[in-house]
């Protein structure tokens, strides 16, 4: 079976709404599916996964979120090579920015990215297309 950890970090419930929808398609998918946020993990036991989907909102200035996440990700993203990972997150007053700079980064750690990041206005609505997505990532995951 497929081993997924999703690590996310969400202040207002908007990434983790989707992070719940990432996780529900990968485990339609067959996926055995693991949540952890920054402060239950480290960069160890994440490189220890062999697929791992990236939840972060648009914070700051087009950035990730400083005091939690970015720390993770500085610190895991040398032990990418090779893995299968995703990337999402919610955003409101921009366009998404954030992504396209994260997803970039990403692609130079090694890692494969099995779809393109994942940035979603706010939270997707019951039944949105947005809603769709977010499951499809999950499941792109669990079948790469
Ligand atoms: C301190 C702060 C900085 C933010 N910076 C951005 C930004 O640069 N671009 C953007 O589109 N949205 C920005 N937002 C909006 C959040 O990305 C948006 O509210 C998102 O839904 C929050 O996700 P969450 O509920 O998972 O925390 C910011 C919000 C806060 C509180």
Redesign the pocket.
């Given at each position: 079976m497929s081993k997924i950890t999703i690590c996310y970090w969400?202040?207002?419930?908007?990434?983790?709404n989707i992070a719940n929808l990432v996780a529900e398609g990968a485990k339609e998918a067959g996926a055995e599916v693991t949540m952890v946020q920054p402060w239950d993990t480290s960069a160890d036991d994440l490189a220890a996964c062999d697929k791992i989907a990236f939840g972060c909102?648009?914070?700051?200035?087009?950035?990730l979120e400083t005091e939690d996440f970015q720390p993770l990700w500085d610190d895991v993203k040398d032990k990418l090579k090779g893995k299968k990972i995703a990337l999402f997150g919610?955003?409101?007053?921009?366009s998404g920015e954030?992504m396209d700079t994260w997803a970039q980064e990403a692609a130079q750690t090694g890692a494969t990215l099995v779809a393109d990041g994942l940035a979603i206005l706010?939270s997707p609505e019951p039944g949105s297309d947005e809603e769709d997505d977010a499951k499809a990532l999950g499941a792109a995951l669990a079948k790469a």
């Amino acid at each position: 079976m497929s081993k997924i950890t999703i690590c996310y970090w969400s202040g207002t419930g908007n990434t983790e709404n989707i992070a719940n929808l990432v996780a529900e398609g990968a485990k339609e998918a067959g996926a055995e599916v693991t949540m952890v946020q920054p402060w239950d993990t480290s960069a160890d036991d994440l490189a220890a996964c062999d697929k791992i989907a990236f939840g972060c909102p648009a914070m700051g200035d087009e950035q990730l979120e400083t005091e939690d996440f970015q720390p993770l990700w500085d610190d895991v993203k040398d032990k990418l090579k090779g893995k299968k990972i995703a990337l999402f997150g919610s955003y409101n007053w921009n366009s998404g920015e954030w992504m396209d700079t994260w997803a970039q980064e990403a692609a130079q750690t090694g890692a494969t990215l099995v779809a393109d990041g994942l940035a979603i206005l706010d939270s997707p609505e019951p039944g949105s297309d947005e809603e769709d997505d977010a499951k499809a990532l999950g499941a792109a995951l669990a079948k790469a």
